[in-house]
């Protein structure tokens, strides 16, 4: 049964789910030169995977503005993402409220496999569809964008999470700002995660370093479109930033041994592949043997959405 409670201009929906897919950029290049949030972000190609974070709300009457999040599943480190988000609705509704926010995550964070961006991304849905809020979809992608690029856990992730596919992100910027083209796919991904890297540890000390490459990748996988040419372009992205530890170089001889190429995930000590459905399993007896976490999964094409 929903409950609407009706205040001020808002209709209160009570409760509200949502979910946004993780996302893995196999080579990207940052464009963080302009001043507003929304103009930052990246270029670059990478896809969008079943697996993400599922959000739900539930809101109840306060004398204050008020909080509460619980993860479940693969736990983070911090909240500072959904605390962005929450702050920002808080400022759009003025009403006082209390949110009990939930995220469950089948991606573990800090991999490369888009957390964050699908974090503040599902908040952003599901904040929208319980407050009653009405904002435009573009609108709730931008929230969720600048929560991002305030927090230095991403630059197009959620650009990318928004639409959902396999994607060339042609031009920078949030939703409405950004846009890409999608390449149609019906590989499997299986991603294999040793360790994690912070996004924003990479973002403030490295991005300068590393600017060349990924606009001259984006080019030339516009005119090939080519799934194959992605998984070498990424590996020549993670060669040229130096991310690739002896233990990710195993993994990828491996992988070339038995015929399979391989891109890096940005940014984690994260090893991925695609390939058709008849070989996922050869695949994953390969990855099995690695002390590691093995993800199979496929290219969720529809994007963050309320459930
Ligand atoms: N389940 C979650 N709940 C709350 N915040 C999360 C969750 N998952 C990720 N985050 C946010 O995202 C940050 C990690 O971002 P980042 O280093 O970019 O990792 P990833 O590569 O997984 O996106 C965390 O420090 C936290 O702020
Ligand atoms: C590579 C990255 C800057 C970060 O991605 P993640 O570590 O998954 O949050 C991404 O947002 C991009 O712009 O392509």
Redesign the pocket.
């Known amino acids: 049964m929903i409950i609407f409670i009706f205040s001020g201009k808002f209709k209160l929906n009570m409760q509200a789910v949502a979910f946004a897919p ?1 996302h893995i950029t196999g080579f990207f290049k940052a464009e963080v030169g302009p001043k507003d949030p929304e103009h930052k972000g990246s270029i670059g190609a990478g896809f969008c995977i079943k697996e993400g ?1 599922t959000t739900k709300v539930k809101i109840t009457s306060s004398d204050r503005p008020e909080f509460k ?1 619980t ?1 479940s ?10 605390e962005f988000v929450v702050r920002e609705f808080f400022k759009i509704v003025k009403e006082n409220y209390f949110l009990d926010i939930e ?1 469950k ?1 089948t ?13 503040a991304l599902s908040l952003a849905f599901a904040l929208n569809k319980a407050l009653g809020t009405n904002l435009s979809r573009t609108k709730i992608g931008q929230i969720a964008h600048n929560a ?1 690029i305030h ?1 230095k ?2 630059l197009g ?1 959620v650009l990318s999470s928004y639409h959902g596919g396999f994607e060339i992100r042609t031009k920078h910027g949030a939703p409405g700002i950004g846009s890409l083209q999608k390449i149609h796919t019906d590989y499997s991904a299986i991603v294999i995660c040793f360790s ?5 540890q990479f973002i403030k000390s490295e991005l300068s370093k590393i600017n060349g490459l990924g606009g001259k990748m984006v080019t030339r996988l516009l005119e090939s479109r080519d799934q194959m040419e992605f998984l070498d372009m990424s590996l020549e992205f993670a060669k040229y930033v130096h991310v690739i530890t002896p233990k990710m170089q195993q993994v990828i001889d491996d992988l070339a041994h038995h015929g399979f190429k391989s891109g890096v ?1 940005m ?2 000590e994260t090893i991925f592949t695609l390939v058709p459905k008849s070989k996922e399993s050869q695949v994953v007896r390969i990855l099995e043997k690695y002390n590691a976490m093995v993800i199979k999964t496929e290219i969720d094409k529809s994007g963050a959405r309320v459930s």
């Open positions: 993780g974070v999040i993860v599943g693969y736990k983070s480190d911090n909240t500072q993402v959904s995220h995550t991606i573990p964070v800090g991999y490369g496999l888009g957390s964050s961006g699908a974090v991002e927090c856990t991403g992730t994690p890297i912070s996004t924003k995930a940014f984690g």
